[in-house]
């Protein structure tokens, strides 16, 4: 069974630096591709990016300019790093797992809040 | 790249069935079957119920279903429980001039 474990600070101060890292558990992270994903309390999901084993990225253009999403074959474990962050990037992030073969998010994390404030 | 429209809440009495619906555009659910759907319980994380308009994963309930038409999918929740009470998100793959993955606004189902 893979599980995907969030981890990283949950207070970030604002024009900082959110950097979360997923650790994957119970299934290698060379194959399928793997994505992050945020909600707002109490609002909907918001795709972040993607990245595959061999580096290829894809991120969402409202983001692009402040995502960097990294990969870690050694240790199964993949990152994301959201640069000059205001208090519209307070959210739960999630990393999620591609399901192989479907434009799909079959196994997620639990989730990590993540407040941006002074 | 807008998020897809849901009603914001539906409801119906346990037995009952009920229909959720996801409009996007010709962009994303009119242009492929990749449209998925997702239930939310309070404080948990997503769980994907259906994949591929119509596909269910393994140990999900054959009371949950989907379809689509144009660019509008469903979700039709049969027997309704007590269980499915939660928030309810659709989503759709879209071109790669936009966000790859675009999610809908959200629906809670509530069982009276």
């Known amino acids: 069974q893979v599980q995907l474990q969030e981890s990283g600070p949950g207070l970030v101060k604002p024009s900082e630096t959110l950097s979360l890292t997923c650790a994957v558990s119970g299934g290698s992270i060379r194959i399928n591709w793997w994505s992050w994903v945020r909600q707002p309390p109490g609002k909907g999901l918001e795709w972040i990016g993607e990245?595959?084993?061999?580096?290829?990225?894809n991120y969402n253009p409202s983001l692009k300019s402040r995502v960097t999403i990294l990969l870690d074959n050694s240790k199964n474990q993949f990152s994301l790093k959201l640069t000059s962050v205001t208090a519209a990037d307070t959210a739960v992030y999630y990393c999620?797992?591609?399901?192989?073969?479907?434009?799909?998010?079959?196994?997620w994390g639990q989730g990590t809040l993540v407040t941006v404030s002074s | 790249q807008s998020a897809l429209t849901q009603p914001a809440s539906v409801s119906g009495s346990p037995g009952q069935s009920i229909t959720i619906s996801c409009t996007g555009t010709?962009?994303?659910?009119?242009?492929?079957?990749?449209v998925s759907w997702y239930q939310q319980h309070p404080g948990k994380p997503p769980k994907l119920m259906i994949f591929?308009?119509?596909n269910r994963p393994s140990g999900v309930s054959n009371r949950f279903s989907g379809s689509k038409s144009g660019n509008t999918a469903s979700l039709t929740i049969s027997g309704l429980q007590a269980e499915d009470e939660a928030d309810y998100f659709c989503s759709s793959y879209t071109s790669i001039s936009t966000p790859l993955y675009v999610f809908g606004t959200g629906t809670k189902v509530t069982v009276l």
């Open positions: 999620a797992r591609h399901m192989t073969g479907a434009n799909t998010f079959d196994y």
């Open positions: 591929d308009v119509t």
């Open positions: 990245i595959y084993h061999s580096g290829s990225t």
């Open positions: 010709s962009s994303d659910v009119g242009a492929y079957n990749s």
